[in-house]
Every structure is written in structure tokens, then in C-alpha cells.
């Protein structure tokens, strides 16, 4: 088990929300990720030669090419790069969205789209809001995962808000659903269904996806077992071909791969 952590800013803002969810899905035993923002010097100077540009498969971009990994990642861009980004984030960590809205469009139209760099991302999950979000992402076909992420995290603080604004009673009742109906009684608390049906996802695909309860501990499972394999004690965490970054802001990590080659 990760223990929380983050700036004290950041706990007290979303206090409520992480200890009340989780608590209410403590049956799930999920492991928990802090959120952390390291800010650390950029990396030593460049050192690796420049990487050539990769095409494409003929139609495609890169950004295109979406698939599944054997850690349950979702891994965007060139399969062969020879540059492997792997990063490990909750879906409820500000600072998750931060490097989310920072990053986003720069990581995939320069670094994913030159064929020299793939990104994979692996849901970190911290509490119950978080499994449910991240079931959700996942509810459609491996090519929408990363719009439907970056959304999420654009929304993220809503999410939050809509359920406190529920009110003490309506958040109760969700809570004593039963496994099978408690991820869509929250995600209706939440907001969240109405928010993937305006993005493609049915609110019967979601319904379907949230009762799914042998895949959610699954996934929970997953985010534990890689979080004590990896040492992950804060997201977001970056593995930039297997070895892990002690920075996780968009300036660092993209210092990093324009050392490697990327460039």
C-alpha cells in the first residue's frame, strides 16, 4: 500500500471527495498512489545522437495507432520507437491534469508523431471515483481511450464538485449500492455518466462497463501489483525506456527525450 501524499493545497482542497469515495469502496482494496509535483532540475545536457523521423503506416499518424498492453497500458504511437515513454497517473491526481494539459498536444502532434517516441499510459488508482473514471476511459475502443482521458482530466475538479453538491443523503445511498450497482449509482452522483454520453459512450455502455466487477478488480489489482513492482510512490511517475525519471513535469520529461534523440 502507497501512502497519500501531495501538497497540502491540493489534499485539503479534495479532502471529501478521495476519503468519503474511498472509504465507501473499501471492499475493493485498492492500492493508493500519492500525487505528487516534483520539481527538480532538468536533465544533464544532450548526450544521445538525433533520432531519425519514422513513418507511418500509410493513412495513419502515429497518434493513431492505439493498443492495449499486456500491463492493461494503452500505448499510443509507434510500436518499435526506440524511445518508450511509459507514465503512471490517477485519474484523480491535479497533478495528473496539470501535466495532461500541459503536455498533451506537444507529447503526440511532435515526440508521438515522429515515430521516434511512443507513450503508454497505465491508470495508477487511488480511490473509488478514480476506478470508476478509469472504467469509463476504457469503455470504448482503444482509439478514443486518450481523447476520453485528457477530457476527464480537463473535468476533473467537476467531477468532485457535482458529487459534494449531491448532498449527504443522495452520496449514502450511492455508497450501500451493492458492487455491482455502486459504480454506476456514483458515476451518476458524479456527473461522469452524463459526461461520456455527451462524448460517444452510452449511458448503456457505461452502465454495462460499471457493473463489470471482475474486471474492476482486475484493474485495481493491476494498479497495485505494478505500483509495488515499480516503486510508483507518487503520480504522475514517468519509465522512459524501463528506467524511472525523478522529475514528472512537461519540462523535464520533455528535456529527457530530446536527450535521448528526440529532436
Request: charged residues 20%; hydrophobic residues 40%.
Amino acid at each position: 500500500m502507497i501512502n497519500h501524499a501531495g501538497k497540502p493545497e491540493t489534499m485539503t482542497a479534495h479532502r471529501f471527495s478521495r476519503l468519503a469515495f474511498a472509504a465507501a469502496l473499501a471492499p475493493l482494496v485498492l492500492g493508493l498512489a500519492a500525487c505528487n509535483n516534483k520539481g527538480e532540475d532538468a536533465p544533464a545536457g544532450l548526450s544521445g545522437q538525433p533520432i531519425a523521423k519514422i513513418a507511418p503506416p500509410a493513412g495513419k499518424a502515429w497518434s493513431d495507432v492505439v493498443t492495449i498492453t499486456p500491463e492493461l497500458g494503452y500505448r499510443m504511437g509507434n510500436p518499435e520507437a526506440p524511445i518508450k515513454v511509459v507514465e503512471y497517473a490517477s485519474l484523480t491526481c491535479p497533478h495528473c491534469a496539470e501535466f495532461s494539459h500541459e503536455a498533451t498536444a506537444e507529447l503526440r502532434d511532435q515526440f508521438v508523431a515522429s515515430g521516434r517516441v511512443s507513450y503508454e499510459m497505465r491508470n495508477m488508482i487511488r480511490d473509488g471515483l478514480d476506478l470508476y473514471l478509469t472504467q469509463l476511459t476504457r469503455c470504448g475502443a482503444p482509439e478514443g481511450y486518450f481523447a476520453l482521458t485528457d477530457q476527464t482530466f480537463a473535468n476533473q475538479a467537476a467531477f468532485f464538485k457535482t458529487a459534494q453538491d449531491a448532498g449527504k443523503a443522495a452520496q449514502e445511498a450511492a455508497f450501500s449500492q451493492p458492487p455491482e450497482k455502486r459504480g454506476l449509482a456514483i458515476a451518476n452522483l458524479a456527473g461522469m455518466t452524463d459526461f461520456f454520453a455527451a462524448r460517444g459512450i452510452s449511458k448503456e455502455q457505461a452502465a454495462a462497463c460499471l457493473a463489470d466487477t471482475a474486471k474492476a478488480t482486475t484493474l485495481a489489482n493491476a494498479s497495485t501489483e505494478q505500483g509495488e513492482k515499480y516503486k510508483i510512490e507518487g503520480t504522475p511517475t514517468f519509465i522512459i525506456n524501463g528506467a524511472k525519471l525523478d522529475a514528472n513535469t512537461w519540462p523535464l520529461v520533455k528535456a529527457e527525450l530530446e536527450k535521448l534523440g528526440a529532436r
